[in-house]
C-alpha cells in the first residue's frame, strides 16, 4: 500500500533454516493487522516517503543500491554528511547488523476493509522465526521505539502460534512439541 517491494530483505539458503526453524522442524508465526495511513502518506514527496522506508520505491533497490538485493550500506553519507540510509529508516532499523544478527522470514498481504461507511486499507503482516522472544520481540521494540514508519502505521490486532512440525507414520502432529 505504501508502493514499497515487500520482503526483501528476507533470509535465504542456511540463514532462511536458521532463522525460521526449531530443533524440531517447527516454527513460530506472528500475524499483526497494521492500518496504514495512506491520506497522510500520500501527501509526502517521493523523496520523503524513500527517506522513511531506506529503500527507492520503484524497485526496492536501498537507497545505497541499484537493485532489489543490494546489501545497504548504513555508512554511507551524502554530500552534505548526512546518513543516506536515515537513522529512523525502517530498512536500516529491521536490518539484522542492528539487531545483533536477529532475522525473521516476513510476508505482507495488502486489505482494504470496506463497510462502504467507512474504509481501512492496512498491511497483514506474517512472520516467521523459530524464536519469538529472542528474534521477534527484540526486533519489534525496536521498530516500535524509532522506525519512521510509525507515523503512518498502526497495528490493531496480533495473533502468535506455534506451528508444530510434520510427522511420519507412527507419530502424530505436534507430538515433538506436546508428547
Do not use: C
Amino acid at each position: 500500500m505504501f508502493g514499497q517491494v515487500d520482503g526483501t530483505g528476507n533470509p535465504t539458503g542456511p540463514d532462511f533454516d536458521d532463522t525460521v526453524w526449531t530443533e524440531d522442524g517447527g516454527t513460530t508465526l506472528v500475524v499483526r493487522r497494521i492500518r496504514m495511513n495512506l491520506d497522510t502518506w500520500d501527501q509526502l514527496t517521493r523523496s520523503e516517503q524513500e527517506r522513511a522506508v531506506g529503500r527507492k520505491l520503484s524497485t526496492g533497490a536501498p537507497l545505497t543500491g541499484t537493485a532489489e538485493h543490494d546489501e545497504l550500506d548504513l555508512e554511507a553519507r551524502d554530500a552534505g554528511g548526512r546518513l543516506v540510509i536515515a537513522q529512523n529508516a525502517h530498512a536500516r532499523l529491521s536490518h539484522h547488523s542492528e539487531n545483533d544478527g536477529r532475522r525473521i522470514f516476513r510476508k505482507g498481504l495488502n486489505y482494504v476493509h470496506d463497510t462502504g461507511a467507512t474504509r481501512e486499507s492496512g498491511l497483514l503482516f506474517l512472520s516467521h522465526q523459530a524464536d519469538i522472544s529472542g528474534q521477534f520481540l527484540p526486533l519489534l521494540a525496536r521498530l516500535d521505539a524509532a522506525d519512521a514508519l510509525n507515523e503512518w502505521t498502526t497495528t490493531i490486532g496480533s495473533a502468535v502460534f506455534a506451528v508444530p512440525p510434520g510427522f511420519q507414520p507412527g507419530t502424530w502432529l505436534g507430538q515433538t512439541l506436546l508428547g
